[in-house]
């Protein structure tokens, strides 16, 4: 009987991370939903061995494609975020920079001035 109550307990631990992983991906939030959804994987393989009915059968289905599903999702939203670069002229507030960031030319452009005849 034990093994039911920690079938149950593992489910519904698995779709509560099911539905956070939702609401991540609604806010962007994709490191926090990958995070999620790794916890809710191997969550789903613990619960796999344990079935041992025809609706914990269904029940295990049903969970592993939510969150292929999901993983879908996720994997959609993180290669639609753009690569991430440092601007180089941006610097916190108050701070300046030691020596500028367009170097001084010792050359001076050389201005021609064509006339017309």
Do not use: H, W
């Amino acid at each position: 009987m034990s093994s039911i109550a920690e079938f149950i307990e593992i489910r519904k631990n698995i779709e509560t991370l099911a539905i956070q992983i939702a609401l991540c991906i609604t806010q962007k939030a994709a490191q926090e939903s990958k995070r999620q959804l790794d916890e809710a994987n191997r969550q789903l393989e613990v619960l796999k061995p344990m079935v041992d009915n025809d609706v914990q059968v269904i029940v295990a289905g049903r969970l592993s494609r939510q969150l292929t599903g999901l993983g879908t999702k996720v994997e959609k939203m993180v290669a639609k975020l753009p690569a991430r670069k440092r601007a180089a002229g941006k610097l916190p507030a108050g701070k300046k920079l030691e020596k500028p960031v367009r170097p001084d030319n010792a050359e001076e452009p050389e201005i021609v001035v064509y006339e017309r005849s």
